[in-house]
């Protein structure tokens, strides 16, 4: 019974700990690639209000970077405290992408600094943007390199098992498995769209407030053109992430699209509620769209739930989650879409109180939507920690503590969120856009 409890509490501290990280993670990839977009903008078209945008968006993901660096450091130590099984066991299979992402970190996190205290000390702007390049690709790289150890959990290689040890191991071969691409690919470019929405949706915000300085309409325009690009791009990599779990992990694909007979020509499920087990309710059956997505063909047969069994079939309510990211998706995509034509047709929808409220709900909505992609990756997985290799259950420690970490990280987690709440109000509220263009034209700039 301790032992389910040290399982269960471990789960749960794991889980507490990414959902927080991962907001601050996503935005922490995201952003400096964003604001290298709006400073270079802004010196291609001689515009100091993208040159602003840049500016103000730094200062606020220093905030985050800060955050982020805690509950960074605080997955590490969870890794070795409450899974002590798995990284005795593979630690040193994939300690290479682990040690790439902390080099990724610093390299970051040194050319920040100087960037973010350089701003006037450059006469030609374009040296002073081009120290913006070795953050924003350290920030995309941090991604990269924790999600291929991710992507090796779900498809493990780059070793043999020999008296219950992993020997012959090969660094490369298991840090570029078959999860890898797409698992990569859907991360970086999820960041990318859910950090340009964060930002829409604020530019948004202060337009409803009041505020019709040209500088929120660029800055929504911008951010929402980004956002269009990189909502279709995840849309098309979650199509090939489709055809691997039809090849590599057809359990997961099954449980998440509540696939539970082997079939040609299977529809996709979307929405509905179980009943009785297996019970479909009120859902949406697209013919044929689940065998192309898993294969690209209408006719193609698809494994079900039937293929495998009951003790490793992942839990079911994945398919809840799979359907919130869908819909954020779909959703956001609409909304870019329609703002960026509507402003191009000089539409007076784009302007609406009603039409902005609807670009602020995005920003939550695809924090919401990361949130749930992440949780279909790890419980999808289940009930390996190391599929086909390591159970979960096994991987845990046996420590009877680990209730108490819980309740301390979840106070940790609470200062954290508000003070960073807090702090970056506080920030902006204190120099607005307004005040800060007005101190420019004073200085001549």
């Known amino acids: 019974m301790e032992s389910e409890q040290a399982v269960f509490y471990s789960r749960l501290l794991t889980e507490l700990t990414l959902s927080f990280h991962i907001i601050y993670a996503t935005i922490g990839v995201g952003i400096p690639f964003l604001i290298f977009l709006a400073q270079w903008l802004g010196i291609k078209k001689q515009d100091e209000h993208y040159i602003l945008l840049a500016r103000r968006w730094t200062r606020g993901f220093i905030i985050t970077v800060a955050v982020g660096v805690v509950t960074g450091t605080a997955i590490g130590l969870q890794l070795n405290l409450l899974w002590p099984t798995f990284m ?58 924790i999600t291929m150890v991710n992507a090796f959990m779900n498809a493990p290689q780059g070793f043999e098992l020999m008296n219950g040890e992993f020997i012959n191991v090969e660094p490369l071969v298991a840090m570029f498995n078959p999860a890898m691409p797409t698992k990569v690919a859907h991360v970086v470019a999820t960041a990318y769209m859910t950090s340009a929405f964060v930002l829409a949706a604020i530019a948004a915000f202060r337009m409803i407030k009041g505020s019709n300085h040209v500088y929120h309409k660029k800055a929504l325009l911008f951010t929402l053109k980004v956002g269009l690009v990189f909502s279709i791009a995840a849309a098309v990599i979650g199509d090939f992430a489709g055809k691997y779990l039809a090849e590599y992990q057809p359990e997961k694909l099954a449980a998440m699209e509540w696939h539970f007979e082997t079939e040609e020509q299977a529809s996709l499920t979307l929405f509905g509620f179980l009943a009785n087990g297996d019970e479909i309710r009120f859902s949406i059956e697209v013919p044929y769209a689940l065998s192309i997505l898993a294969h690209g063909n209408p006719n193609s047969e698809v494994i079900g739930l039937d293929q495998f069994p009951e003790d490793e079939v992942p839990p079911l309510y994945i398919h809840y989650l799979f359907n919130i990211m869908v819909f954020v998706g779909l959703f956001a995509t609409l909304i870019a879409l329609c703002y960026v034509v509507g402003n191009a047709l000089k539409r007076k929808f784009v302007a609406r109180k009603s ?17 749930a992609g992440w949780w279909l990756a790890e419980v999808g997985r289940q009930p390996w920690i190391l599929r086909g290799f390591l159970r979960t259950e096994h991987a845990a420690t046996t420590s009877n503590q680990v209730d108490l970490m819980l309740y301390l990280f979840i106070g940790l987690y609470t200062v954290l969120g508000i003070a960073s709440v807090i702090v970056l109000t506080r920030m902006f509220k204190n120099n607005p856009v307004e005040k800060e263009l007005l101190d420019h034209e004073r200085n001549g700039r």
Request: proline fraction near 4%; charged fraction near 15%.
């Open 88 to 145: 005795e066991l593979a630690g040193h299979v994939i300690a290479l992408p682990l040690f790439m992402e902390t080099f990724a970190f610093f390299f970051e996190a040194i050319f920040l600094g100087i960037y973010l205290y350089t701003w006037d000390r450059f006469r030609d702007q374009r040296k002073h943007m081009l120290l913006l390049l070795p953050v924003a690709i350290g920030a995309s790289f941090s991604a990269i390199f």
């Open 355 to 371: 039409f902005l409220w609807l670009i602020v709900s995005t920003g939550p909505l695809t924090i919401i939507a990361i949130e």
